[in-house]
Structure formats: structure tokens, C-alpha cells
């Protein structure tokens, strides 16, 4: 069995689409050696508080974190955002309208299904998101549970991916809207997961994507990440420098679940990310935001 990573930046608990309460993952990342975590559930804060109190007394820092899901010329990428402030107003406000969309386009999709002859009870979806952002991986988990599928993956491939017959589109916001708003929150972002290895509908333009997005305040990307050969993170660490970006990254851990999972703490991240990240938020006057 390989170490973990004493830095993990990609995190995911109940509050959107983990399996773990965040007092849990607080407590799974501080036994296997992890230092430093950050929580980034989607469109979501609301694990980061609980998070933060659990690390209290423990060898363990947690970095209030989000990802925020967004739309450009019809792909979807994640933005994280790191070393945030989780109570700011404006941050809040938008939080509230983008859970209000999900909600709005998990019910479209399983009025979709139903007409696909796959009914599902809107309440069991609710139930099983138990309390968190609710998105597609509920709807798979439900489709599974009604036996109309054989595995979660199934339901995407069969149902619920962008495209397929059970999806229906809801608003997001652009990157770079997610992009000021983090900023604006006294965060410092990061694009999620450039590359999706096993992922062939994903594509990126980078060379197109980053200046409009470092124009807005983008400061970092993701280069270490599930699934990445080091010929990836040796590609995205040039990109990252090219455009002095921060490289960030974590294992995107989600507990198990509801959605195919990575090992925790099973990305090795370097150090020295976390001092980047508070060294931009230092060189724009957002003093970092530190819990342990």
C-alpha cells in the first residue's frame, strides 16, 4: 500500500455529492497522514464549517474550498476555488440561485426519465442526496436502486451524460463569472481536471480557454489528478508555467457511493501548492483564511 499525499485539494463530502459527512472525511484524511485538505463540494459551502470544527485539535488543516460547476459553448467545466471566505454575501447569494438550478434540473431529468419508462420517485433522489446539492450521481443511484441499470456508470452512459436521452441541460454560469465571484469571495481558483482521462467527449481548448479565464482572475490549474500519467502533469505543469499559474491539484475523492471513486489521498500533491496558493492570495491583499 503507497502513502498518502499529505496534501489533498479536492475533496467531496455530503454536502454535495460524497458519501462521507465532513466531520467523517475530516477524520479518514487526518488517519491516513493527510496535513492539509481542502473540502470543494459542488456549488456548495455548506460541509466547510462542520469540516473546520472536526479538524479543530487535530494534526490536520482544513482550506475552505468549492467547485463551482459552469457552461461555455456547450462544455461544462469545474471551477475550484481555494482559501475562500464561506460566509461572504455575495458568494452566498449566488450559492442559493445555482442550488435552486440544480434542483430545477435534477426534476427535469427525472420528468424525462419517467417519460423514458423509468419512473423514480423524486422523493427516494432526495433521499439518498441526503441534505446535499443534488445532481446527476443521485438520479444514477436511484436508477440503479429501481433496477433499470446495472451500475451507476451505466446510467451515465445509457442516460444521464450531456447528449444522452435522460439529460436535460440546466443554467450555469460562465468560468469566468465563477472566476470573479470567487475572487470576489477573497478566493484564489483553479481550473478542475483540464484532462478527464477515459472521458473521449471531453475536450478543452486550452490555448482559447486560459487567457479569457486568467483575464476574469483565474490563478491556478489542475495537474495532478486521478488517472494522470506523468506525461499529463509533465504537459499541464508546462501549460501552468507558461501562463504562471498555480498547479493545484487533490484526488477528487468522493467516499465511495454515488460516484466512481478515487483513493483517497491518492494524488500526490506537492507541499509547496498550498504556499502558492497563499502566496497569490497574499500578492492581491486577500489575506489567507486559515483553520486548524
Known sequence: MTMASRVDLHLHTKASDGALRPEELVKAADL???????????????????????????????????????????DELHIL???????????????RRLQEDRLAQAKAMVERLGALRC??????????????SVGRPHIAMALLERGYVASVNEAFSR?????????????????????SLIREAHGVSSLAHPIIVGASDYHLDLSRLLPMMMEAGLEGIEVYYKGYTSEITASLL??????????????????????????LGGVEVPWETVEHLRARKRESGREPIISK
Not at 419512473?119 to 446535499?132: C, H, K, N, S, Y
Not at 436535460?168 to 468560468?175: F, H, M, R, S, T
Request: negative net charge; without cysteine.
Open 32 to 74: 491516513i497522514g493527510i496535513r492539509i485538505m481542502a473540502v470543494t463540494d459542488h456549488d456548495s459551502v455548506d460541509g466547510i464549517a462542520e469540516a473546520q470544527a472536526a479538524a479543530s485539535g487535530l494534526a490536520i488543516e482544513v482550506i475552505p474550498g468549492i467547485e463551482i460547476s459552469t457552461s461555455l459553448d456547450g
Open 81 to 95: 476555488g481555494y482559501l475562500l471566505d464561506a460566509d461572504d454575501p455575495f458568494l452566498q447569494k449566488a450559492l
Open 119 to 132: 419512473p423514480l420517485e423524486w422523493d427516494r433522489v432526495m433521499a439518498i442526496a441526503d441534505g446535499g
Open 159 to 179: 442516460f444521464l451524460k450531456r447528449g444522452g436521452p435522460g439529460y436535460v441541460e440546466g443554467p450555469k454560469l460562465p468560468p469566468q463569472e465563477a472566476v
Open 238 to 263: 508546462a501549460v501552468a508555467g507558461q501562463h504562471r499559474l498555480v498547479p493545484t491539484g487533490g484526488s477528487d475523492f468522493h467516499g465511495g457511493g454515488v460516484v466512481a471513486d478515487a483513493e
